[in-house]
């Protein structure tokens, strides 16, 4: 207990700290009492790049990167890239070991462009098109996940030497999330419930296609998962499935893919994944599984996306205007919001925000943050504290949105989207320029 917990009273003029639990590791006040992310003032990002602007810690990413190298020195970690799928973070991850999944060829041309290994590229999708299977298999991707009984048929049309493939499967784990993030269940788009008819003929005719090799399965339990118990539940039925592949076929597979989803703190409190604990778990429960139904050890891998860019994202916005409404809430208006950030739109996600600019110790005030985009529903963050003496101009910081941030922007109301600020060793330097005006005319071609 601290002397402000036994005094509130002294709060209201003690100057705010940072809660280690949602920023990148280097982000402190500097002498002019601003916020200092990788040695750069985000005031100066700010003024230099302007706002909306998201700016992106290269040094958490690699840090979060040998960290589960660290925690699973056994597994193939892959980089799930539809959290933030750009060059440059493509570069750090790769250096740091990691394999890159997509999701599109969209997402494949960008990984072949950073000059990442096809043979460490793993192509997942529950609506793989013709044209992106083709890509993928000219591009000599090495896996492919199979999501359906459509995509058995087009690969091996279209495969002219051994296609390794992963069958996805449901494994029939409920987290109890969002609905929209919950993918381990039964009845949902993505794979072939563990167990059915329709998984045993997948396996079946994969099998008999000599050009696909079954290397193994895939799930994916969810998003935000902090229960490591759902991971090593899904192991045990995972392993069950592919002994029972072996008794029917004669067929060992090798490769268990886990998925992702590990929860991330975005506000102080939150609960997040604790990668020890997950990885005793999976290694108890690797050892049962094999133990138990005799089937040599398959190799692991796991897919974190939103655990490896997430707390490295910070954004900057300026504050427009400041608007307190008689009985009701006061409103914080700024230049960005739900084109840049959807996720609160979507999900019902909750952020820190917090002043950049200065280190506030006075009286504060309860604020929601709006964006300037014309729908009620353009929330960055409802009822946070901000200093009362606020004023339009100074910059507000959003931390936690390296992930699904740039991934997830739009042009509404056509604005173009943010740029993307890398910085490291007191340097900031631009990895994405701002879209601008003249970029969404250009793909005007007629009237």
């Known amino acids: 207990m601290t002397l402000l917990d036994i005094i509130p009273s002294l709060r209201s003029g003690s100057p705010a700290r940072l809660d280690a639990a949602v920023w990148p590791r280097e982000t402190h006040y500097d002498a002019d009492g601003g916020i200092t992310l990788g040695g750069v003032a985000l005031a100066d990002i700010a003024d230099q790049y302007g706002t909306p602007t998201y700016v992106l810690d290269e040094q958490e990413v690699r840090s979060r990167c040998r960290a589960y190298r660290k925690a699973f020195p056994e597994a193939e970690i892959i980089y799930a890239g539809k959290a933030l799928m750009i060059r440059a973070v493509l570069d750090w ?3 740091e070991g990691l ?4 999701c599109s060829a969209g997402e494949l041309a ?5 000059g990442v290994d096809p043979a460490r590229i793993v192509l997942h999708g529950n609506g793989k098109s013709f ?8 591009g000599g991707v090495g896996r492919i996940v199979i999501d359906s009984h459509t995509e058995i048929t087009l690969l091996s049309a279209l495969a002219t030497t051994s296609q390794q493939v992963l069958l996805r499967l449901s494994p029939g784990i409920d987290v109890h999330g969002h609905p929209a993030v919950r993918t381990g269940v039964r009845d949902q788009k993505f794979g072939f419930p563990l167990g059915s008819d329709s998984a045993a003929e997948a396996i079946d005719r994969v099998l008999r296609r000599p050009n696909l090799t079954l290397a193994g399965f895939h799930c994916h339990l969810g998003s935000q998962i902090h229960h490591p118990d ?3 539940e899904a192991v045990r039925r995972m392993v069950a499935a592919m002994a029972q592949v072996r008794q029917d076929h004669g067929v060992v597979l090798t490769q268990l893919d886990l998925g992702g989803g590990h929860a991330v703190a ?8 604790n990668l020890a604990e997950l990885a005793d778990i999976l290694e108890d429960a690797l050892d049962a599984a094999c133990a138990r139904h005799h089937f040599p050890r398959p190799v692991l891998a796991l897919e974190p996306g939103r655990a490896i860019v997430a707390r490295a994202g910070v954004t900057l916005y300026r504050v427009l205007s400041i608007k307190h409404i008689e009985g009701g809430h006061t409103y914080v208006t700024v230049d960005g919001g739900m084109s840049d950030n959807p996720r609160v739109a979507l999900y019902g996600a909750r952020y820190n925000v917090v002043v950049a600019n200065r280190h506030p110790c006075g009286p504060q005030m309860t604020a929601t943050v709006a964006g300037r985009f014309c729908e009620a529903g353009d929330i960055l963050a409802a009822d946070v504290r901000l200093p009362a003496d606020l004023r339009p101009g100074e910059v507000l910081a959003v931390p936690c949105t390296g ?7 739009s042009t509404y109301n056509s604005v173009g989207r943010p740029p993307i600020i890398a910085v490291r060793h007191g340097r900031a330097r631009e990895l994405l320029r701002r879209e601008t005006t003249a970029d969404l005319l250009a793909r005007e071609v007629g009237r």
Do not use: K
């Open 93 to 95: 991850v790769t250096q």
């Open 99 to 102: 394999s890159v999944d997509v």
């Open 110 to 114: 960008v990984a072949l462009a950073a």
């Open 131 to 138: 044209d992106e299977l083709a890509a993928a298999v000219r």
């Open 230 to 232: 759902h991971y090593g």
């Open 266 to 273: 975005y506000r102080g409190g939150d609960a997040e994944m």
């Open 403 to 409: 992930a699904y941030h740039h991934s997830l922007a």
